[in-house]
């Protein structure tokens, strides 16, 4: 056995083969071409054809969203016009791959110059080529590697269209080479229950056909397992997908300790799909996802329709709303600076908003708005806030635009630090524990080559976590866990422990932290905290919490 690690997203637990996504294909070099043109023709059209009807048979098996998606791909590899530009180039002496990789290209590039959903379309014609030349070449296209049997795919990195498409009966669990716990990669993976280890160094040495359990709890790949370890794996497989399919509940402890537990949205379409999951209301909504592309400022009522939107799906509940959240890797064009050396440490967030006060005038007013229109409970709170000045300029101006409920974010370790400062000041504090993490470790949480830092059982992390936890009870101010951390059932349970009094987080991971905290009281939960607290690594203060010896 040999056993590689990385960071585990979820709870999850797979065993199975290798599957390896297929490098992508080098550029179609342009020599001339040594076939017949007629040839080069029926060969690149024949091509085309079998690309066409692979697409449409994926799709039709698919279904919903990914048959569209796969359907529109087909017609693109049965466009007469591209068909008609690739005949020409190779009457032009280019090879069929290079007559289709050139004629691709440069519908491409016309697609992109569209903009819109036209120029969104140009990724998908690429791909379309890509699997052109590869079966041109005699290849595996790129992307997930078709298969009737379950495997784990293993990949440097995977583009969101490939996860989005993922087939979840097929495949059993994500080891990549990069990416943090919060890439794109991590994200989606939890989104879609689907266990993953992200930031894996060692993943280059996976062959096709290397049998592997993928644990996604201790964040380890193993390589040729035992009997004993996969029955093992296996074992844990069953439970943690029995966990999933518990009867839905309102959060609370084994004492009935009430946890509510919320979700995360970036979008009130999901609204729905998060109440079936048992979503008691929302916990964080990230608006800066709304108007990402945006090149001006959202106007107060497209703001306005949003956010009724939203509100209108969740009467008598609890929904926390943050205020645009833009820079570093999420640039708002009509608030970021565009260079910044160190955009983590810069102009953003609060400070940005600060910077530009019209833009959170309009958005405070715009939520207001909803409010008065609704029933929801609305709770406002600002990203990136360094202290409880900070803390006290929001509130107030939360206040003064019609805001009922206003807090803070707790991201920065300077906030924690004067947390019963900030407590005086903000309705609520709400942890996030992404940026906590990547501010306490100083490890940037894009980056794969620190990713190991961005851990939120580091002890420096549940050390300021608790003292906001204290600062909340002594105050009697709500302390709510928006990160990925709550999402982590081990460490939900901590997070209780040390103080927490609601959690929010992806709707997926919702089941399992259900599950996790039934099984405990407040009493057990404060203890495995005080045992995290002590811990010298991440890894040692998740192995005393949980009462494992594995790291
Ligand atoms: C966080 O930093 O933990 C958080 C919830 O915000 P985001 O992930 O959007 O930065
Ligand atoms: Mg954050």
Same mark, same amino acid.
């Given at each position: 056995?040999?056993?590689?690690?990385?960071?585990?997203?979820?709870?999850?637990?797979?065993?199975?083969?290798?599957?390896?996504?297929?490098?992508?294909?080098?550029?179609?070099?342009?020599?001339?071409?040594?076939?017949? /043109?007629?040839?080069?023709?029926?060969?690149?059209?024949?091509?085309?054809?079998?690309?066409?009807?692979?697409?449409?048979?994926?799709?039709? /098996?698919?279904?919903?969203?990914?048959? $569209?998606?796969?359907?529109?791909?087909?017609?693109?590899?049965?466009?007469?016009?591209?068909?008609?530009?690739?005949?020409?180039?190779?009457?032009?002496?280019?090879?069929?791959?290079?007559?289709?990789?050139?004629?691709?290209?440069?519908?491409?590039?016309?697609?992109?110059?569209?903009?819109?959903?036209?120029?969104?379309?140009?990724?998908?014609?690429?791909?379309?080529?890509?699997?052109?030349?590869?079966?041109?070449?005699?290849?595996?296209? +790129?992307?997930?590697?078709?298969?009737?049997?379950?495997?784990?795919?293993?990949?440097?990195?995977?583009?969101?269209?490939?996860?989005?498409?993922?087939?979840? !009966?097929?495949?059993?669990?994500?080891?990549?080479?990069?990416?943090?716990?919060?890439?794109?990669?991590?994200?989606?993976?939890?989104?879609?229950?689907?266990?993953?280890?992200?930031?894996?160094?060692?993943?280059?040495?996976?062959?096709?056909?290397?049998?592997?359990?993928?644990?996604?709890?201790?964040?380890?790949?193993?390589?040729?397992?035992? +009997?004993?370890?996969?029955?093992?794996?296996?074992?844990?497989?069953?439970?943690?997908?029995?966990?999933?399919?518990?009867?839905?509940?309102?959060?609370?402890?084994? !004492?009935?300790?009430?946890?509510?537990?919320?979700?995360?949205?970036?979008?009130?379409?999901?609204?729905?799909?998060?109440?079936?999951?048992?979503?008691?209301?929302?916990?964080?909504?990230?608006?800066?996802?709304?108007?990402?592309?945006?090149?001006?400022?959202?106007?107060?009522?497209?703001?306005?329709?949003?956010?009724?939107?939203?509100?209108?799906?969740?009467?008598?509940?609890?929904?926390?709303?943050?205020?645009?959240?833009?820079?570093?890797?999420?640039?708002?064009?009509?608030?970021?600076?565009?260079?910044?050396?160190?955009?983590?440490?810069?102009?953003?967030?609060?400070?940005?908003?600060?910077?530009?006060?019209?833009?959170?005038? !309009?958005?405070?007013?715009?939520?207001?708005?909803?409010?008065?229109?609704?029933?929801?409970?609305?709770?406002?709170?600002?990203?990136?806030?360094?202290?409880?000045?900070?803390?006290?300029?929001?509130?107030?101006?939360?206040? $003064?635009?019609?805001?009922?409920?206003?807090?803070?974010?707790?991201?920065?370790?300077?906030?924690?630090?004067?947390?019963?400062?900030?407590?005086?000041?903000?309705?609520?504090?709400?942890?996030?524990?992404?940026?906590?993490?990547?501010?306490?470790?100083?490890?940037?949480?894009?980056?794969?080559?620190?990713?190991?830092?961005?851990?939120?059982?580091?002890?420096?992390?549940?050390?300021?976590?608790?003292?906001?936890?204290?600062?909340?009870?002594?105050?009697?101010?709500?302390?709510?866990?928006?990160?990925?951390?709550?999402?982590?059932?081990?460490?939900?349970?901590?997070?209780?422990?040390?103080?927490?009094?609601?959690?929010?987080?992806?709707?997926?991971?919702?089941?399992?932290?259900?599950?996790?905290?039934?099984?405990?009281?407040?009493?057990?939960?404060?203890?495995?905290?005080?045992?995290?607290?002590?811990?010298?690594?991440?890894?040692?203060?998740?192995?005393?919490?949980?009462?494992?010896?594995?790291?």
């Amino acid at each position: 056995m040999t056993e590689l690690t990385g960071t585990g997203v979820g709870r999850g637990v797979a065993v199975g083969p290798v599957r390896r996504m297929p490098e992508p294909l080098a550029e179609p070099t342009t020599e001339p071409r040594t076939t017949p /043109a007629d040839e080069a023709e029926a060969e690149a059209r024949a091509a085309l054809g079998a690309v066409q009807q692979w697409l449409t048979a994926r799709g039709a /098996a698919a279904g919903g969203d990914a048959q $569209e998606v796969l359907e529109a791909q087909a017609m693109m590899a049965s466009d007469p016009a591209l068909a008609a530009d690739i005949v020409k180039r190779i009457g032009e002496g280019r090879s069929a791959e290079r007559a289709v990789f050139e004629a691709f290209e440069s519908f491409r590039v016309l697609l992109t110059s569209m903009g819109g959903y036209l120029g969104e379309r140009a990724a998908d014609l690429h791909d379309v080529a890509q699997r052109v030349i590869a079966h041109l070449r005699g290849v595996p296209a +790129p992307g997930v590697p078709d298969s009737d049997e379950p495997f784990i795919l293993v990949a440097h990195d995977l583009a969101p269209a490939d996860t989005a498409l993922l087939d979840l !009966d097929i495949v059993l669990a994500l080891v990549t080479r990069d990416g943090g716990p919060t890439s794109h990669t991590a994200i989606l993976a939890r989104a879609k229950s689907i266990p993953a280890v992200v930031g894996v160094a060692g993943a280059d040495q996976l062959r096709d056909g290397d049998v592997v359990v993928a644990d996604a709890a201790a964040g380890t790949v193993t390589l040729s397992p035992d +009997p004993a370890a996969v029955d093992a794996a296996e074992q844990r497989r069953a439970l943690w997908r029995r966990a999933a399919t518990a009867p839905i509940t309102d959060g609370r402890l084994a !004492d009935g300790t009430p946890v509510p537990l919320l979700a995360n949205l970036g979008s009130p379409d999901e609204a729905a799909g998060a109440i079936a999951l048992g979503a008691e209301g929302v916990g964080l909504f990230r608006t800066e996802f709304l108007f990402l592309s945006s090149d001006a400022a959202p106007t107060v009522e497209a703001q306005q329709a949003q956010y009724t939107a939203l509100l209108a799906a969740f009467p008598g509940r609890k929904v926390v709303v943050r205020a645009l959240d833009a820079g570093a890797d999420k640039p708002l064009a009509f608030l970021t600076a565009a260079e910044e050396e160190n955009p983590a440490l810069g102009l953003r967030g609060l400070r940005a908003l600060r910077a530009k006060e019209g833009v959170l005038r !309009d958005q405070l007013t715009a939520l207001a708005l909803a409010q008065e229109a609704t029933e929801a409970d609305l709770w406002v709170m600002a990203p990136m806030v360094a202290d409880a000045a900070e803390s006290q300029y929001f509130v107030e101006l939360a206040r $003064e635009l019609g805001i009922r409920t206003a807090g803070v974010m707790a991201e920065v370790p300077s906030l924690a630090l004067v947390a019963d400062q900030v407590m005086q000041v903000a309705d609520f504090v709400s942890i996030g524990t992404n940026d906590l993490t990547q501010y306490t470790m100083a490890a940037d949480r894009m980056l794969g080559s620190v990713a190991s830092y961005q851990d939120p059982w580091h002890p420096a992390v549940l050390r300021l976590i608790a003292q906001l936890g204290t600062g909340g009870a002594v105050a009697s101010t709500p302390v709510g866990v928006c990160g990925e951390a709550a999402a982590d059932p081990d460490l939900a349970v901590v997070l209780v422990g040390l103080g927490a009094t609601s959690l929010s987080m992806t709707p997926a991971a919702l089941a399992e932290v259900r599950a996790a905290l039934l099984e405990v009281t407040l009493e057990e939960a404060r203890e495995r905290a005080a045992r995290a607290l002590t811990g010298r690594t991440a890894a040692e203060a998740r192995a005393l919490a949980t009462g494992t010896q594995r790291a």
